[in-house]
Structure formats: structure tokens, C-alpha cells
């Protein structure tokens, strides 16, 4: 038996942040995590294809706490991002193409060559959805958070669809999906479906580079991340154990006092905090029979079938778009390249699966980090990620070997329709559906982000960092303010222990 302050169940970004902030404020705290590598989603794989780094789940990064960045110092255990820019790239079937970036004349330029009034719609836009997004991440590190706090006209749009927000101001049907997208992203909804509004504006908090909405690539893949919070909380004293997958919590009386591994190993400290999902928590760790009624409700309700795949692809060279030809470096290799021309498009991608099984014609949202960082890949080679909708959870006889491979060719014939040198470069494939990063990383249903990210489960209707039983904590993206990589729930749930007073 081994005996800590501190508890953490789960090494992904959250669990880790919480350990390396509670080990800084003096306490003795262990990590288990239950697969052989830590970081959970926000992780690179050096081991699938020789002298490539893959960013195998999460893979851009936008929302990383700037406070906790400082505070533990990140940058001297190697964190560093940079700005992706142009931000995104749409191509289109008849040749023409849109690239949005940092630069606004050029934007203008781009937009001015589909409708010139969208210009000025453009501009609008930006500044409607960047203010909800500062609007949210102010409310982020609250320790109370009140999703009715938001002023009524505020709270109308976040409640609204993505759809109403981009159409409010845009006309141009490239222009409204391509900016859709970020409201539709992980969520098992449409762009016209109510609360996707938020979802967008979630994607618009983080301030990276100083910058409302940026998003950027972590140099050496999303898992840098996690080593730099690793290497944190190791400097702190933190303990981290892999291949220690928690098996049940302990108990004495109503109080949790640690938790036993699978492998028969007991660890006891004051405080418990779970990483893992609130189903896993609460359903396998801690059990009904410890669970009070609202919980037992709030987990009976809990939305969590995701719908979104990833596809990382091994390429001997550059894709060479029909809209701008070319496999030499170009700037839209480095942007979001979205295969999403209008909303009509995206709303079918949706209902297709909820009638169907998945999208006829999926929702793309492809990354290349290789153009910006050649540390990731062999020379001339690159990897191109590609996150698809809807392929969901639940789909109708379930994912077998024959659909899985079926998925993946429908989105590379999707995507050659754009790019048609892609099939013949591709020289490994690497396909999670929703079942395997429930698997993988211990995502219940699949969802991306432990559970959709909409109104009547975001705020307080997120689950609580304080669980209704003394002594254990939630510190996953299934409290406030939910996922994406960012540390909040890690910083909520280390700065409730530390109220707490539990004890160093
Ligand atoms: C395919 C994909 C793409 C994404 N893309 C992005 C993106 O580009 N940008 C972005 O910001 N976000 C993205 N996300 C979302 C983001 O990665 C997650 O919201 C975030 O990483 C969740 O972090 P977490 O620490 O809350 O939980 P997780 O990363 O899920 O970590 C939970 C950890 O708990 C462990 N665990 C579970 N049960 C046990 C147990 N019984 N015992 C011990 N350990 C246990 C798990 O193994 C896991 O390591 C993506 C997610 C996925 C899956």
C-alpha cells in the first residue's frame, strides 16, 4: 500500500495539470493511469510508423490555459506552439477555393471574389463570435459558473444554432461552412440544430498567441503537452504510474480514501480526483450504490455518443488540389483544409447518420503539420489528419472490420474528389472510429469531449468538481468547462482540494 495527499486517477492533460498544481502547493500526490502511455487524448505517437510523430487524437490547440502555462512554467519543459496560418482552406468542386488567414486585406481579397458584401459581413462575424468566445473564457476558471450570468441577447445565441450566427451576417454558402464547422465539431448535431451556437463560440475562447479565436500547432505534436505538464508535475515531486488502471475506489464509511488497481495494488490518499470519464467514475469506480439520486439522473441523461472518426494518413507527397495545383509547399497546406461547401451540405452529413448509420457525404477537417514542423515526418513524407462526421457511437450493427474500411475509403474518394493525387500517396492509414477511442483512451460512447458540449450540459449542468461523496473529485472535461484541450477542469478541481484545506 502506498499513501499520498493526493490521488489522481487518469494522466490525461487535466488529470496531469491537477497534479502538478497540487504537488506545487506542497502536497504528495501519484498519478495512475490505465494505459501504457500518459496524456490521454493529447498525446504523440512516436512507435506506429518509423520517423513519424502522430498527433493521434487531438491535434490542434487553441484554448491551453495561459495562467497555467505560466504558472508551471510550460515553456521550460518544452512547450511551444505556433500560430496556424492561413487558419483554413475550403476547396471547391468547380475550381474555386476560399483561404482565410490572419492577414485581412488578403481575406478581403478572398471573400471580395465570391461577394463583395461579405467583406464587410466577414468582419462582423469575427467580431460577434470572438466576443462570445472572450465572454466564455472569462466564465472558464469559475468556480461557480452560471451559464444564466450571460446577458439574454448573449445566452439567445449561445442557446441558437451555428447556422443563425454565420447566416446573420454571410451570405456566401462556402464562406457560412466553413466557419459552421467549429460549431459542429465532436457534436452529434447539425449546423440548423439548437446549441450548436455555443459549440462554435467554445471554439473562439482560447486566446492563444494573444489572439481571441487563434488556433495553433504544439511543436512535436498535441503530446508535447503532456510531457511539458508531466515534466511540471514530476519537478513538483508528482509520482506518475502507467499500465494502473484504477479498478475501484476504496472506501471507509461515506468517504473515499483511495483506490485499487486492477493489478491488486492499493493507494490511499485524502483526496481522490478522476480524470476519467463521469460514467466511468461514478458507474464502475465508485458504483450506484454509493451514487445519491441526482447524480444517478444526471448520469441516466448524460449525452455521450460521439460521432466524429479520425484518419491519420502516412503521404509520400503534398496533396495537389484542382483549386490550387501543386505539390510543392504552398500556403493552404498549413491551413484546416474543410471539405464542407455549403450548410445544406453539412446539415445532410448529419442527418444521414441519424437515419442511416453515418454520412453519405462526410463533413471533413483535414491538418497537416508536417508543412510547419518536418521534425514529424521522414524527409518529403507528411501526415495528414483527418477528423470526419458523422460516422456515430451507435451506428445501426455496429463497427466491424468491413465498415471501418468502408469509412475510410469514403473519405479518401472524398477527399480525391478535391485532391486527386491523395490514394496513390498514401503509404500507411491509421482509422479510430468512435468505438476504438472509447477503447483507446477511455472516451465513454466515443465522445471527444466526455459528453456533448451543450446547453443543459455545459455550466452548471457540467458534473460538479466536488462529487456528492467527501473526499473525491472530478478533474475531467466532464465538469466546467468541458473539453478541448485546455486545463481548466484540471486548475478547477486542484483549487477546490486546495479549499478544501485537505491536508499536506
Ligand atoms: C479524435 C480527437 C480529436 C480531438 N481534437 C482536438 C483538438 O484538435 N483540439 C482540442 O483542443 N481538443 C481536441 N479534442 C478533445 C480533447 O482532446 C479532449 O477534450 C481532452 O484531451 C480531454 O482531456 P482530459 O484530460 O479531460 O481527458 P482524457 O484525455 O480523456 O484523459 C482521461 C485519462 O483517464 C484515463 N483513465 C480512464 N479510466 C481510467 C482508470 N480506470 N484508471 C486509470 N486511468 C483511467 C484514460 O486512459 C485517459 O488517459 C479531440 C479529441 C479526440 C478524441
Not at 505556433?82 to 474555386?96: I, M, V
Not at 444521414?352 to 477537417?365: F, H, I, T, V
Request: hydrophobic share 40%.
Amino acid at each position: 500500500m502506498e499513501t499520498y495527499d493526493a490521488l489522481v486517477i487518469g494522466s490525461g492533460h487535466n488529470g496531469l495539470a491537477a497534479a502538478a498544481l497540487l504537488g506545487d502547493a506542497g502536497l504528495r500526490v501519484a498519478v495512475l493511469e490505465r494505459s501504457d502511455r500518459i496524456g490521454g487524448a493529447t498525446v504523440s505517437e512516436r512507435d506506429r510508423w518509423p520517423g513519424y510523430t502522430i498527433s493521434a487524437a487531438s491535434y490542434v490547440c487553441s484554448l491551453l490555459d495561459p495562467w497555467l502555462i505560466e504558472r508551471l512554467d510550460l515553456r521550460s519543459h518544452g512547450y511551444d506552439a505556433y500560430r496556424k496560418d492561413p487558419a483554413s482552406f475550403t476547396p471547391l468542386l468547380d475550381g474555386r477555393s476560399l483561404l482565410l488567414g490572419a492577414d485581412e486585406r488578403a481575406n478581403a481579397e478572398e471573400i471580395a471574389r465570391f461577394d463583395p458584401d461579405d467583406v464587410s459581413g466577414f468582419a462582423d462575424f469575427e467580431r460577434e463570435a470572438s466576443a462570445l468566445g472572450s465572454a466564455l473564457f472569462d466564465s472558464f476558471s469559475e468556480m461557480e459558473p452560471h451559464f444564466e450570468r450571460f446577458a439574454p441577447n448573449v445566452r439567445t445565441a449561445l442557446e441558437g444554432s451555428a447556422a443563425a450566427l454565420v447566416e446573420r451576417h454571410l451570405r456566401t454558402p462556402v464562406l457560412q461552412a466553413t466557419l459552421a464547422t467549429d460549431g459542429l465539431i465532436g457534436t452529434y448535431r447539425g449546423p440548423f440544430d439548437a446549441g450548436t451556437g455555443y459549440v462554435l463560440a467554445h471554439h473562439y475562447a482560447g486566446r492563444a498567441f494573444g489572439v481571441q479565436g487563434a488556433w495553433g500547432f504544439v511543436r512535436g505534436g498535441m503530446g508535447a503537452i503532456s510531457q511539458a505538464l508531466l515534466s511540471a508535475a514530476q519537478a513538483r515531486g508528482v509520482r506518475a504510474y502507467t499500465d494502473a488502471a484504477v479498478a475501484r475506489l476504496l472506501l471507509e464509511g461515506e468517504r473515499v480514501v483511495g483506490a485499487v488497481t486492477a493489478d491488486g495494488r492499493e493507494f490511499r490518499a485524502r483526496a481522490v480526483l478522476s480524470n476519467a470519464h463521469p460514467v466511468t467514475t461514478y458507474r464502475d469506480l465508485l458504483g450506484e450504490a454509493h451514487l445519491d439520486d441526482s447524480t444517478k439522473r444526471a448520469l441516466a441523461q448524460w449525452e455521450s455518443i460521439g460521432p466524429a472518426l479520425k484518419l491519420n494518413l502516412a503521404l509520400g507527397e503534398l496533396p495537389n488540389f484542382t483549386a490550387r495545383p501543386g505539390t510543392a509547399r504552398q500556403p493552404h497546406h498549413r491551413a484546416t483544409i474543410h471539405v464542407a461547401p455549403d450548410l445544406g451540405f453539412l446539415q445532410r452529413a448529419h442527418d444521414d447518420a441519424r437515419r442511416g448509420g453515418e454520412s453519405e457525404e462526410p463533413m471533413l477537417e483535414c491538418f497537416m503539420q508536417s508543412p510547419t514542423d518536418p521534425t514529424l515526418a521522414p524527409p518529403g513524407k507528411h501526415i495528414l489528419s483527418i477528423f470526419a462526421q458523422y460516422f456515430p457511437y451507435d451506428r445501426p450493427g455496429g463497427w466491424n472490420a468491413e465498415r471501418r474500411d468502408a469509412a475510410a475509403e469514403k473519405i479518401i474518394a472524398r477527399l480525391a474528389r478535391y485532391a486527386p493525387n491523395i490514394p496513390n500517396a498514401i503509404e500507411a492509414r491509421q482509422l479510430m472510429v468512435a468505438p476504438d477511442l472509447e477503447e483507446r483512451f477511455g472516451l465513454i460512447g466515443g465522445h471527444i469531449f466526455h459528453g456533448e458540449l451543450l446547453p443543459g450540459q455545459i455550466f452548471e449542468r457540467r458534473f460538479d468538481v466536488r462529487s456528492a461523496v467527501n473526499g473525491l473529485y472530478l478533474c475531467g472535461s466532464g465538469t466546467h468547462p468541458g473539453g478541448c484541450v485546455s486545463g481548466f477542469p484540471g486548475r478547477r478541481a486542484a483549487q477546490a482540494v486546495l479549499a478544501d484545506r485537505v491536508p499536506a
